[in-house]
């Protein structure tokens, strides 16, 4: 899952440094990722993934770092799907 | 820190009371001449300092008043109703103000700062907007830069600074260090005796002339306890924001309450001339008051989600998406509707609203508040929540 939000990052996160560089806990807005960016960030890992981050999950912490990112992603797959 | 713990009522009306006497006796009188002249108004501010109302905000442990965050939100409107450049002044020192105590987190440097301020009524402005950032107060260009002796410096370029020219202190904000990301923010207070100011533009606006708001490049040499420890981008989603927000448009409403108050009085004043009869303009005041409604209940709807949110534990609700847009909104849509009330006003006042001298002149009112939609544009704003909207789900 790692590689995968890596490589979503690399595509839509508008890093100022390439992403394989990133360290796991690396803050992304640190590394150039603006709020308008990081929006297309998270609509690409919605689809990616095929989850809906709720609006509780929509804010800056939550997508701050690759780790925070999967946490998140593993949070929504633990819990019962909603139809 | 919560905004309204421990409200004291009887702190919070002694207050206001003397709020509305500044308003009243000092605001309203001098109100024309600070416009037509484009001054400050130093006499009012120099009210509010008298009645201890600058450090209004600032814990009673620290050497406040301890009011409560929705009784300043009431001073702005009431102020807005008397003078919109005093309320303008007052409502920004009072954002400064609430974000440095919503973000101290103990930081001794800080504290000690808000006790000076209470002594010595300190004023303070701020320096969010900056050249080469687009009006983007998420960037910035000018960064926090490592000088002689473990201090550091800034130089910023800012195109307005509201009564900078009259301010104790500024608070800037910056990029982290030299080699930070333009989004990599933090804010920084630096105080007069360590501040140079240089003007470069003038100041002859359409309204809100009081605040006095020239550009100018603004260089200080500051401690590094001087920056504050929380990044720049929480503290503007948690406090500077939305609390820009709500005062701001607290004092729009407060201007539009009294460009509907003055047509009110235009309407009895006719119906008086003709008893039996109900004047032609008093059916136009009838779809005013709805106008003003709608306002008066989009700024009160924020005002009461933001404290709510504010006292849930980690003000996490503030951090999201959702609040963003919920806080833009209320500023995209006072601003819209508060000049909207005064140009109805004006159609019910007709000649004697549009002449400057008569009791029911409402231009200052609408020159005032034309300016709201440019104090971070509107147009900007949209950009944003078009961009949020996208991803956020209940709004």
């Not at chain 2, 300092?49 to 001073?75: D, K």
């Not at chain 2, 603004?218 to 503007?236: D, G, K, M, Y």
């Not at chain 2, 980690?314 to 909104?329: C, V």
Request: charged fraction near 25%; proline fraction near 4%; include cysteine.
């Amino acid at each position: 899952m790692t590689e995968e939000i890596r490589q979503i990052i690399a595509e839509h996160g508008r890093l100022s440094m390439d992403a394989d560089e990133l360290t796991p806990n690396a803050d992304l807005y640190h590394a150039g990722m603006t709020s308008h960016a990081s929006v297309n960030v998270m609509l690409a890992l919605e689809d990616h993934f095929d989850v809906e981050f709720p609006d509780r999950m929509l804010k800056r912490s939550v997508f701050e770092s690759i780790s925070a990112i999967e946490a998140a992603l593993q949070e929504l797959r633990a819990e019962p799907a909603v139809s | 820190m919560s905004v309204s713990v421990a409200r004291d009522q009887t702190r919070d009306q002694a207050f206001m009371g003397a709020v509305i006497r500044v308003a009243d006796e000092v605001a309203a009188p001098n109100a024309d001449s600070v416009d037509r002249e484009a001054r400050f108004p130093i006499e009012t501010i120099e009210g509010l300092r008298e009645a201890q109302a600058l450090s209004a905000f600032v814990p009673t442990e620290l050497g406040g008043g301890g009011v409560a965050f929705e009784t300043i939100a009431e001073a702005c409107f009431e102020l807005g109703r008397r003078c919109g450049a005093s309320a303008m002044v007052f409502a920004m020192h009072q954002i400064q103000v609430v974000t440095i105590v919503r973000h101290l987190e103990d930081a001794d440097w800080f504290e000690e700062y808000l006790q000076a301020l209470a002594r010595e009524q300190r004023l303070v402005a701020s320096v969010t907007s900056e050249v080469g950032t687009g009006g983007d107060m998420g960037r910035s260009v000018a960064a926090v830069t490592p000088a002689e002796g473990g201090m550091r410096t800034f130089q910023k370029q800012a195109p307005t600074v509201s009564y900078g020219a009259y301010a104790d202190d500024l608070f800037v904000t910056l990029r982290r260090d030299p080699d930070a990301e333009a989004t990599d923010q933090v804010a920084a207070l630096a105080r007069k005796d360590q501040l140079q100011l240089e003007q470069n533009s003038s100041w002859d606006p359409l309204g809100m002339r009081g605040t006095c708001s020239p550009g100018y490049v603004v260089s200080a040499t500051i401690a590094p306890e001087q920056v504050l420890a929380t990044p720049f981008p929480r503290v503007s989603a948690e406090s500077m924001v939305p609390v820009s927000h709500i005062l701001w448009s607290h004092l729009w409403l407060g201007i539009a309450t009294d460009a509907f108050e003055r047509a009110r009085a235009f309407v009895r004043a006719a119906a008086k001339r003709s008893p039996g009869e109900t004047p032609p303009a008093a059916l136009r005041l009838s779809h005013l008051m709805s106008e003003l409604s709608l306002l008066r209940a989009e700024v009160s709807s924020g005002l009461t989600e933001f404290v709510e949110a504010s006292d849930e534990p980690g003000r996490e609700r503030l951090g999201t998406m959702a609040s963003a847009l919920r806080f833009n909104n209320l500023k995209i849509a006072a601003s819209e509707q508060a000049p909207r009330v005064c140009q109805g006003a004006l159609g019910v006042c007709g000649i004697m609203g549009f002449k400057n001298d008569t009791p029911f002149s409402v231009g200052r009112h609408l020159r005032d508040t034309m300016s709201a939609c440019l104090m971070v544009a509107n147009e900007r704003i949209h950009h944003t929540n078009a961009s949020l909207l996208l991803i956020a789900k209940d709004v």
